[in-house]
Every structure is written in structure tokens, then in C-alpha cells.
């Protein structure tokens, strides 16, 4: 029976690997390689008041464990490495790079890798942007920058072929495409058309989106570095909002479709008093609306802090037909929104109030990474060239029960990974902020305000 986490292979390992312990003077036994009978439950929660369920090994969701492997798929030293970056900047983008590069040539002794600049487009001919060849030595300092080295972009979703082409062209063996959603759904179709024309070529993604929405992902790089920023920006809003006279400020992060972001930054910040995330809708009007819950915590407190996801509110704005190059549909402004409402709603109190707004996203996506981040980057850098030299293709490397594992790009993208309502992170960030857990007029709710 085939399990939906099974990993697909370009063929059968047979060269021994060039890594051996003993080269680094490794006196005492080590477990160096993974063993690929080794697995990770996908569930491992397990409820004591129902009976035990007799459920077959081979029908358990197991993950593969990633890591070196002791027999790989290609000759590292013949072989032609590509690494990419696209979609949105990121904070630890220049760390994988680095160890994508590191990993090849001084684990493997791999010596052709080229970065393809600026996303996809670096793929096709008429943007005329040649690769780069990269060395240990090009990339030595990246880590310490933000941005990425190689250059991003958005868009060439739809020129697969054409990509395809200039792939088979440069004679690559393995591509490393690092990006988010839509960046692995374009890695999943490159790798299905390679595989069509009966190439071996190993497509790896590395998960890269700051919203941390991907399936079966505990953590993408970045998030944790997004947050601390965020945390950061929140510190001088709630300044801003309590030297006030009846000071509010709106703070906006990044989270299209998911509030993970905004959910750890509130906890991270215990100073957030509202948090309007897309995946929880809420009125503005009317007794349990937003603003008479705002109006309330202004008359206790005396000011207010207001953090909102880039998705939430979409509800009350006009949809735009407008799209990005990576077919994100372009969202107006939640936070300048919330600001006009605020101060409509306010205008007819009989007193003054001070409404100010912060949005710090581009200052987070190009900040350098954190020291956990860059831990973790170095890790998923180099977790995803074992994969590709064992011959593992259009497989995501993620880390789930803080074991680094291989997903199916295809089961990584499948859905995206929200916060639900009746998670125990939403009740904690409701907690926190003193918030209704709902503020929809339709909702029983007992507020709290703090």
C-alpha cells in the first residue's frame, strides 16, 4: 500500500558515499547516516479514553526521516547543482544559500554550482541574467545580510517549458528552489515536465514563506525572526499609543491567508490589545463589532494597541480583480482602513483622540537572520542537498516533533496551514489580548477588556 508520504526517487542509490566520520577524526562511534526505514508519526497524539485502535504499520502516515544517506544517486563530483530564490524577501535567505553551497563542496565535493538570479525569470533568455558560478568563498559573509545575494521575483509560473529548456541547457543534475506556496507548486510542475522528458534531475524545495503557511511545515525559516521584528515594532507603537491622549495604534505584519505571524507576535509582545487575523472574521459595527469593543478598552485604559495581518478585514474592502506576478490577488490596505474607520467612528465622541499607524513589513522581510533562524536554515540547507544526492526529487525538506524529515512538494501545497479558531493558540492570543474570541454581532461572546 502506497503511503500519501512517500518520497519519489530517480532510481536506486548505489554510490557509496564520500562522507566518512573517520575523516574528521571521530574517535567514539557515531549514527552518521539515516537509515531510510527510519520514520515520524505524523499524529502522534494519542487519546487514553478510547480504546486502542489495532491500525497496521503500513497504514500509518510515517514520514522519512532526512539526512545523509551511506549510498547516494550521483557521482557528487560530476555532477551540476542549481540553486534559486524566489517570491517575497525573507530573513534568512542568504543562510541557505550559504549552506546549500557549504554542504555540495565540502561534504560531497561538488565544484559546479551556479545561482540563478533574480527567481525564475533567471531562467528565461530575454531578462538576460546569466548564472552565477558560486564558491565557498562567494558566499562566505552572506549570512550576516538580509535579502538574498542571488536576487528574487515574483512570476514565470506560466513559462514551465521554457524553464524546463534552459535547465536541460545549463546540463543541471539537481535544482534547490527555495520560496513559499507558489514557488513549490512552480518546482512541483518543473519537476513533473522534467520527468516527462525522462530527466534525472533532483528538484528539492526549501521551505520559504514568512506566513509559515505550508502543510506539514512545524516552522518555516524566517518566521521566527518576522516575529521578533514584529515584537520589536509593537514596543514603539505601544509607546506611541500611551503618550498619547487617547493614543491607538494600528501595527500591520505580513499573513495573507494566515495570522501566525500576528498570533506570536501578540504573545511574544503582552502588550497587543486586539489582533485581527484573516482566518477570524469580525464586524466593525454594532455591539460585539470591533470598534465598540475598541471604544470600551479606550474609556478603561486610556489607549490601545491594534495588530492586524495584511488578510484580515478583506471582508469590509472592495475585491480587486488586480493579481501579482505569482497570482496573489493584490489586497487593499487593511491597515489605512482600519485607521479612516477609527477615526470616523471617534470623530462624533465628545473627546479627543490620537490615531497613529505603523506597518514595519518591509523592514522585517529584509532583516537578517536571528541566531535560531540561522540555525535552522543552515540545517534545512544541508538536509536538503543529503536529499538530493540520494536522488530524492520534488520533495520539500520540513521539520515536524523537531525531527527534520522529507515532505512531497505535492502534499506540502495541497492546503495551506491556518489558525483555527478552536486551536489552543487563538484561545491563548485571546487570552492575552483581553479580546472576544469572536467579534461578530452574531457571536455569543463575554468580553474582557483589559
Not at 471604544?295 to 491594534?306: D, P, Q, V, W, Y
Amino acid at each position: 500500500m502506497q503511503n500519501v508520504f512517500d518520497i519519489l526517487k530517480l532510481g536506486e542509490p548505489a554510490i557509496l558515499s564520500p562522507y566518512s566520520p573517520a575523516k574528521h577524526e571521530i574517535t567514539t562511534p557515531v549514527e552518521y547516516f539515516v537509515s531510510d526505514s527510519h520514520r515520524i508519526l505524523n499524529n502522534i497524539e494519542v487519546d487514553l479514553s478510547q480504546p486502542s485502535p489495532s491500525v497496521p504499520l503500513e497504514n500509518l502516515e510515517m514520514m522519512e526521516l532526512a539526512g545523509p544517506r551511506q549510498k547516494i544517486f550521483f557521482d557528487p563530483t560530476k555532477i551540476r547543482a542549481g540553486i534559486v530564490t524566489c517570491g517575497g524577501l525573507c530573513p534568512g535567505l542568504n543562510n541557505v544559500i550559504r549552506s546549500v553551497v557549504m554542504s555540495l563542496w565540502y561534504i560531497y565535493g561538488t565544484r559546479t554550482i551556479f545561482g540563478i538570479r533574480n527567481g525564475l525569470k533567471g531562467f528565461l533568455k530575454e531578462y538576460g541574467f546569466p548564472p552565477l558560478q558560486l564558491t565557498p568563498d562567494d558566499v562566505d559573509n552572506i549570512h550576516s545580510q538580509g535579502g538574498t545575494m542571488l536576487g528574487s521575483s515574483r512570476g514565470g509560473r506560466d513559462r514551465i517549458l521554457d524553464i524546463a529548456n534552459c535547465i536541460m541547457n545549463m546540463k543541471l543534475d539537481m535544482l534547490f528552489i527555495i520560496g513559499g506556496d507558489g514557488t513549490q507548486r512552480a518546482a512541483l510542475a518543473i519537476s513533473k515536465e522534467l520527468r516527462e522528458r525522462q530527466q534525472k534531475i533532483a528538484v528539492v524545495g526549501i521551505p520559504k514563506t514568512i506566513d509559515n503557511d505550508l502543510s506539514f511545515v512545524e516552522k518555516s525559516f524566517g518566521f521566527e525572526t518576522a516575529v521578533a521584528k514584529a515584537v520589536e515594532a509593537l514596543a514603539a507603537a505601544h509607546t506611541e499609543a500611551l503618550d498619547a491622549i487617547n493614543g491607538m495604534t494600528v501595527v500591520k505584519v505580513m499573513g495573507r491567508e494566515s495570522g501566525f505571524i500576528a498570533c506570536h507576535a501578540t504573545l511574544a509582545s503582552n502588550d497587543v490589545n486586539f489582533t485581527l487575523i484573516p482566518e477570524i472574521p469580525f464586524d466593525l459595527q454594532g455591539p460585539n463589532g470591533f470598534l465598540t469593543h475598541l471604544e470600551r478598552r479606550l474609556m478603561s485604559r486610556k489607549h490601545a494597541l491594534i495588530l492586524v495581518a495584511e488578510g484580515a478585514g478583506q471582508e469590509h474592502m472592495p475585491v480587486s480583480a488586480e493579481t501579482d506576478e505569482s497570482g496573489n490577488k493584490k489586497l487593499p490596505d487593511v491597515g489605512n482602513f482600519l485607521v479612516k474607520e477609527i477615526k470616523k467612528y471617534f470623530s462624533s465622541k465628545p473627546y479627543e483622540v490620537n490615531v497613529k499607524y505603523i506597518d514595519p513589513s518591509y523592514i522585517i522581510r529584509a532583516a537578517p537572520a536571528n541566531p535560531n533562524d540561522s540555525i535552522y536554515c543552515y540545517r534545512l540547507g544541508n538536509m536538503a542537498v543529503h536529499a538530493a544526492m540520494s536522488g530524492r526529487t520534488e520533495v520539500l525538506i520540513s521539520r515536524l516533533h523537531h525531527q527534520f524529515i522529507h515532505v512531497p512538494i505535492s502534499l506540502a501545497v495541497s492546503r495551506r496551514n491556518v489558525v483555527d479558531i478552536h486551536d489552543p493558540l487563538w484561545r491563548d492570543v485571546v487570552q492575552a489580548t483581553g479580546q472576544p474570541m469572536s467579534m461578530k454581532n452574531s457571536a455569543v461572546s463575554e468580553s474582557r477588556i483589559l
